[in-house]
């Protein structure tokens, strides 16, 4: 009986421990499986009917030594990504570019100032409606803008990849854009002044965007005779506050300070040691009002008259006190320091600059600006300590409004005679400075002095290279090269129209953004590559390095909002769609999910009021939905999340098909459904 | 009262040396192991699918926990709906629901089995033994139950046959590799498995000549 017993649980124990075992290998194996999958792919090289060898291709192409290495300095293959992204202005197409470094691919193209359909940018969707909206000039329904000059938001003076901005030149309007989806998320309109050049420039914690003003005006949009020019007309320039929290201006919290009847060009906030400072150049200090027709010097002659112009150089932290104090006048409702109280309280100084000035550049360490007088081939250099020991002794001259002039010689450090028609300018991390020769064209690299002289062989302010790019260069981008530490791997010179770079493509000719490798020191310094852009001059662009980007892939909820940043109140969820009728409102919840729409009938009566709400409920990364109504001309973008309305009144009677006009899935084709608008009588 | 002592057996005699009482302790330690490595595996994961397509560089990903599913759900489900298959969620609801009481209850019968020394303790034993193959088993039984039961007039009902999911392993549905292998939770679940049959070793080593010597 014992025995018995001890034989039972014995083969119950070796049961046991079989099935364990079989448990065992059988997961073991699964294992083994997966091991095997992921290391089975191979890949040969073979470049189908061409022999093997990359030489005997690169004979066969008729390529140098010199476009291999480009070639091999640029080529990214499938896959991999660039190493930064270029934020570039697309001109009067009102839009920015952006592109990836060193590759010179376009990955997109973000919607600013005109709308833009595939984004669903201005075509039904009441976020983006209503941003447009805010860029309206009074009555004026603006459908375009003249983007000049991006700029990133900074941190202690360092690129932070959360926010770009960018000026319309033509409107005198900034755009805010998220860079956790890359989308415009505001228009601000400059209540004083119609147009605008000097901006957007960021002072070194964003807390400011600057908005330098061009074309003298009678402030507030009034009018006023061209012969009261010196009495009525006033240059501007506005300090947009940035709620970072919020990413938007506060416009409430904004000033701007009243300026002399000079045209300002272009700004650049100071940094580090010139940290509080704000620095505009100018031209037509002649106050030339042209008019050609009646015999008087036309502009282009008469603003060129004085070997010099006025650099001007802005107290910010002074003139935020005075704003906060109270101390403005009001213009349409917006605050400006008048140019009175602005030279009683210190805030404005001149410094002679040679004549007709394009650029205004503040070196890396914030000790020197760098500006180009386009008429003269010398870059200028000035200290920014010259430039306080100056207003600290106080013997200035003054304009004829009164505002202080410092003299010249008391402010520059060095100049430096790089060539014909400089421009703009930008920094690496080699000590060196690079300049557009408009007239040339070409960039050339000089070497920067101060504490800068250690890190070049050469002699301190002096011409090291150029390098002809084709053709007339305006500004150039450096990687990082406007910031408080330059890259200095890459320099794109953007060049207005390409002429004979790209096939002819008819009269209006693509510009050509050239990629020059400024990795090395001395003279050195080869084009790589052209990219063509098939859009409006393209003005300034922003390097940033691809890392310091973190978008989101998909919005953070179901029924996100990208214009409130939170769920929308309206958002659908699935099983919650449904059609509600109040006399003539019907009102719409729909969801988008591949591949349908929910509801696939609508039926409306004619005259009824329409409001329509859409979330795509999708989660995954490339799960986007568009929606498109033929007639009402809407077009909506829905991103995997969003949530979106838009609104129409059903003035035509019909059948209506409306569909995703994206490929979302291979059921794309059947992601549609009939909105039925019933006649009247 | 006898009925009692009979299943529970033998208290350890109080007189015996430490290098004696080393042979009892050896099956109270491994039971109490497996105890505490089932109420862990609670809240690990015990099965993992990935899904691999040209279309999802990162995969799909589904992690079954003993009483929710996480991961890509909504996106496997919104692919599912293309060939009529119910949504994930709607598996196998009773046993997640009684999951984490059946397998704290696991862990209680095998505490219980320290204190029971004839051969009844088999019994106390046993589910802890079985759970990850009952686990497994029932995991399979779905994934054949919603395999099989295809929506007819769903889109691609045409073009994808009925099929049965393989538990653990690789295969291939459409232009998706799936790969489904056990998570931390099952593995600890199976490491209970072996200590428990282990300790059975060790509790008939200890505890055997101590019930024959008192019959």
Same mark, same amino acid.
Not at chain 2, 114 to 133: D, E, N, Q, R, Y
């Given at each position: 009986m014992k025995l018995q017993k001890n034989r039972m649980s014995r083969s119950v124990t070796t049961g046991i421990v079989i099935i364990l075992l079989i448990v065992v290998i059988s997961i073991m194996a699964s294992c083994n499986d997966n091991g095997g999958a992921t290391g089975s792919e191979s890949t040969t090289a073979d470049t189908a009917g061409v022999s093997n060898d990359a030489m005997a291709i690169a004979e066969a192409r008729g390529l140098t030594p010199d476009d291999i290495a480009a070639a091999l300095k640029t080529y990214t293959p499938s896959g991999v990504h660039d190493e930064y992204i270029m934020f570039a202005s697309g001109g009067h197409g009102g839009q920015v570019y952006v592109i990836g470094m060193p590759s010179m691919r376009i990955i997109k193209q973000i919607a600013v100032f005109t709308p833009e359909p595939w984004q669903g940018y201005g075509y039904g969707a009441e976020g983006t409606m209503e941003v447009l909206a805010g860029g309206n000039v009074g009555e004026s329904d603006l459908t375009w803008g003249d983007t000049h000059h991006p700029a990133l938001s900074e941190t202690d003076g360092d690129y932070d990849g959360q926010f770009l901005f960018i000026n319309d030149k033509a409107n005198g309007r900034v755009a805010v854009i998220d860079l956790k989806d890359f989308e415009t998320k505001q228009l601000v309109k400059n209540p004083i002044a119609l147009g605008d050049h000097g901006g957007t420039f960021v002072v070194p914690d964003t807390e400011w965007v600057i908005e330098g003003g061009q074309y003298g005006a009678p402030l507030g949009w009034e009018y006023a005779s061209l012969d009261d020019y010196n009495e009525a007309y006033r240059g501007m320039i506005t300090f947009w506050k940035f709620d970072r929290e919020a990413g938007r201006i506060d416009t409430d919290a904004s000033f701007a300070i009243e300026l002399p009847p000079y045209w300002q060009d272009l700004c650049d906030a100071g940094k580090l040691a010139s940290d509080g400072w704000v620095f505009c150049n100018s031209f037509n200090t002649e106050r030339a009002t042209g008019g050609v027709e009646d015999g008087n010097p036309p502009f282009e002659a008469g603003a060129s008259q004085n070997d010099m112009d006025f650099l001007h150089v802005i107290d910010k932290n002074k003139a935020i006190e005075v704003a906060a104090a109270g101390k403005t006048m009001d213009v349409q409702g917006f605050p400006v320091i008048s140019l009175q109280t602005a030279i009683d309280e210190g805030l404005l100084y001149f410094v002679p600059e040679p004549k007709s000035p394009h650029g205004v550049d503040v070196t890396p360490d914030g000790k020197f600006l760098t500006i180009s007088g386009k008429l003269d081939p010398h870059v200028s250099i000035y200290s920014f300590q010259k430039i306080q020991d100056a207003i600290a002794a106080g013997s200035f001259e003054y304009d004829d409004y009164g505002v202080p002039i410092i003299a010249f010689d008391d402010a520059v450090e060095a100049q430096v005679e790089v060539g014909l028609g400089p421009l703009h300018t930008q920094y690496d991390d080699k000590g060196y400075a690079y300049t557009s020769l408009f007239l040339e064209p070409a960039v050339a690299r000089w070497t920067l002095g101060g504490d800068f002289s250690d890190l070049h062989e050469e002699e301190d302010w002096t011409l090291v290279t150029k390098t002809p790019v084709q053709y007339n260069v305006g500004h150039i981008a450096a990687a990082e090269g406007d910031t408080v530490s330059p890259d200095g791997r890459f320099l794109v010179s953007m060049n207005k129209w390409a002429i004979d770079r790209f096939a002819n493509v008819g009269p209006l000719l693509p510009q050509n953004f050239q990629l020059l490798d400024i990795g090395e020191g001395g003279a050195n310094m080869p084009v790589l590559y052209d990219l063509p852009i098939p859009d409006g001059e393209p003005h300034y662009a922003q390097i940033i390095k691809a890392d310091k980007l973190s978008p989101w892939e998909v919005y953070p909820e179901v029924g996100w909002n990208p214009h409130t940043n939170s769920v929308d109140p309206n958002v659908v969820q699935l099983g919650e769609e449904r059609v509600e009728r109040n006399g003539n409102e019907v009102e719409i919840w729909m969801t988008a999910v591949r591949s349908h729409f929910t509801p696939e009938h609508v039926e409306i009566k004619q005259g009824d009021h329409v409001i329509w709400h859409i979330t795509n409920v999708e989660r995954a990364y490339d799960a986007t939905h568009g929606f498109s109504i033929p007639y009402y001309n809407i077009n909506l973008s829905i991103e995997p999340g969003e949530a979106t309305t838009f609104e129409f009144d059903a003035t035509e009677d019909g059948v209506f098909s409306y569909y995703c006009t994206e490929f979302c899935s291979a059921l794309h084709l059947e992601m549609t459904g009939y909105m039925l608008i019933e006649p009247s009588e | 009262m006898s009925a009692i002592?009979?299943?529970? *057996?033998?208290?350890?005699?109080? !007189?015996?040396?430490?290098?004696?009482?080393?042979?009892? !302790?050896?099956?109270?330690?491994? /039971?109490?192991?497996?105890?505490?490595?089932?109420?862990?595996?609670?809240?690990?994961?015990?099965?993992?699918?990935?899904?691999?397509?040209?279309?999802?560089?990162?995969?799909?990903?589904?992690?079954?926990?003993? !009483?929710?599913?996480?991961?890509?759900?909504?996106?496997?489900? *919104?692919? !599912?709906?293309?060939?009529?298959?119910?949504?994930?969620?709607?598996?196998?609801? /009773?046993?997640?629901?009684?999951?984490?009481?059946?397998?704290?209850?696991?862990?209680?019968?095998?505490?219980?089995?320290? /204190?029971?020394?004839?051969?009844?303790?088999?019994?106390?034993?046993?589910?802890?033994?079985?759970?990850?193959?009952? /686990?497994?088993?029932?995991?399979?039984f779905w994934l054949w139950k919603f395999g099989t039961n295809l929506d007819p007039t769903a889109p691609l009902s045409s073009a994808i046959k009925p099929f049965v999911p393989s538990v653990l392993g690789s295969g291939l549905i459409a232009q998706f590799k799936t790969i489904a292998m056990p998570g931390l939770g099952l593995y600890l679940a199976i490491i209970a498995s072996i200590v428990s049959v282990v300790g059975l070793y060790f509790h008939r080593k200890a505890y055997k000549p101590l019930v024959e010597s008192g019959q």
């Open positions: - | 002592k009979k299943i529970i *057996g033998p208290r350890v005699p109080e !007189n015996m040396t430490a290098e004696d009482k080393k042979l009892f !302790n050896v099956p109270t330690i491994l /039971f109490g192991v497996a105890a505490i490595l089932l109420v862990i595996s609670i809240f690990l994961p015990y099965w993992e699918m990935e899904l691999q397509a040209p279309q999802y560089p990162k995969g799909l990903h589904i992690t079954a926990y003993a !009483n929710r599913l996480t991961g890509d759900v909504a996106e496997i489900d *919104g692919l !599912n709906h293309y060939i009529g298959m119910s949504p994930l969620d709607e598996a196998a609801q /009773f046993e997640k629901s009684v999951s984490v009481l059946a397998i704290a209850a696991l862990s209680l019968l095998i505490l219980a089995a320290i /204190f029971v020394h004839t051969k009844w303790v088999v019994l106390l034993v046993l589910p802890t033994i079985l759970m990850p193959l009952m /686990f497994l088993a029932d995991l399979q």
